[in-house]
């Protein structure tokens, strides 16, 4: 069974880091590209972030260029966001998601983590 | 605003058909990338439904069909069930952004 787990949310000031975290299970972490993908309160879902199997290709959205950091660690079976400069229009829940194949371009996104609430508020 | 259009909302009767429209442009559908949906039910994460333009994941019910043309992309319900209820999203890829996108989002409610 395929299991997506993420941790690391939370309350956080404006222009601070957070770092989040998602441990991968039930399939082959390093065949695969991998995902990051969020959602406002009450709003629709924004792709944020995609990382080739082996770290080679990574893509980000405009919005979070510069400031946000995908990284994985295959030997861990685990993926990383690390953010920085953090804004209020970041607050999301944030979900880890498995891509269809080890490129991050043309995925769809066939199993989602429950997702880590992020809340940029002072 | 979404690079894909959705409508926020569409609605039908238990039994009905109802459609979804998915509307881009020649970076993303009319390229010929393809397009992918989800649904998404309140306090869930999303669940794939439709991958590479038409095809349905193992355990999704042949009610869901989808189809692709131009630059726009649609998703039909037929037989419309009460926990057909939930939010319904299209995915695709574009060129000039070199990401994923997605549409706005749809609400279907079934009356």
């Known amino acids: 069974e395929v299991l997506l787990v993420e941790s690391g949310g939370g309350l956080v000031q404006p222009g601070r880091s957070l770092r989040l975290s998602c441990a991968a299970s039930?399939?082959?972490?390093?065949?695969?590209?991998m995902h990051w993908v969020r959602q406002a309160p009450g709003k629709g879902l924004e792709w944020v972030s995609g990382?080739?199997?082996?770290?080679?290709?990574?893509d980000y959205a405009d919005s979070v260029k510069g400031r946000f950091t995908i990284s994985r660690d295959n030997a861990k079976n685990s993926l990383y966001l690390q953010m920085n400069s953090l804004r209020a229009e970041d607050t999301a829940l944030y979900y880890c998601a498995k891509g269809s194949s080890y490129g991050p371009g043309n995925n769809y996104f066939d199993y989602w983590g429950q997702g880590t609430l992020v809340t940029v508020s002072s | 605003q979404s690079v894909l259009t959705q409508p926020p909302s569409v609605s039908g009767a238990p039994g009905q058909r109802v459609t979804i429209s998915c509307t881009g442009s020649?970076?993303?559908?009319?390229?010929?990338?393809?397009v992918y949906w989800y649904q998404q039910f309140p306090g869930t994460a999303p669940k794939l439904l439709i991958y590479g333009d038409s095809n349905r994941p193992s355990g999704v019910p042949d009610r869901f069909s989808a189809s692709k043309s131009g630059t726009s992309a649609s998703l039909a319900i037929t037989g419309l069930q009460t926990e057909d209820e939930a939010d319904y999203y299209c995915?695709?890829?574009?060129?000039?952004?070199?990401?994923?996108?997605f549409g706005g989002g749809t609400k279907l409610t079934v009356l």
């Open positions: 995915q695709s890829y574009d060129s000039s952004l070199s990401g994923s996108i």
């Open positions: 020649s970076s993303n559908i009319g390229a010929g990338y393809d």
């Open positions: 990382i080739s199997w082996h770290s080679g290709k990574i």
């Open positions: 039930g399939f082959t972490f390093d065949d695969y590209a």
